[in-house]
């Protein structure tokens, strides 16, 4: 079972900057793409960000265009997102997700545990 690891959740103050990192625990055979999912309390979880295999394509949401950036690790199993001028709003906890496909074409798709990201007034 492949397992996304994800580190780089935190405390910061608004204004502040965080970047989390995400990286599947082996080597898929095809991933179609990896992204960062979030949920704040109360709230549905949303699509903040996604980026296809080989990151040609990027997908952000209205609410953080201009101030999150996603991007692929050289390992071609990671995923980071820099998240800069923080808002309080951002609050919320952080999943980062993988779909791919196996050797025989199976769709597959994996998440993370999630980590909390908090930005203080």
């Known amino acids: 079972q492949v397992q996304l690891v994800e580190s780089g959740g935190g405390l910061v103050q608004a204004g502040g900057s965080l970047r989390l990192s995400c990286a599947a625990s082996r080597i898929i055979f095809s991933i179609d793409d990896m992204g960062w999912y979030r949920q704040a309390p109360g709230k549905q979880r949303e699509l903040v960000a996604a980026i296809t295999n080989g990151g040609g394509t990027t997908n952000y949401a209205d609410s953080v265009q201009g101030r999150f950036a996603i991007s692929r690790g050289n390992a071609k199993n990671t995923v980071y997102l820099e998240m800069n001028d923080l808002k309080t709003e951002d609050t919320a906890v952080y999943y980062c997700y993988l779909r791919g496909r196996t050797k025989m ?9 999630g980590t909390q990201v908090t930005v203080s007034a």
């Open 105 to 113: 074409r199976r769709e597959i798709e994996y998440w993370g545990q």
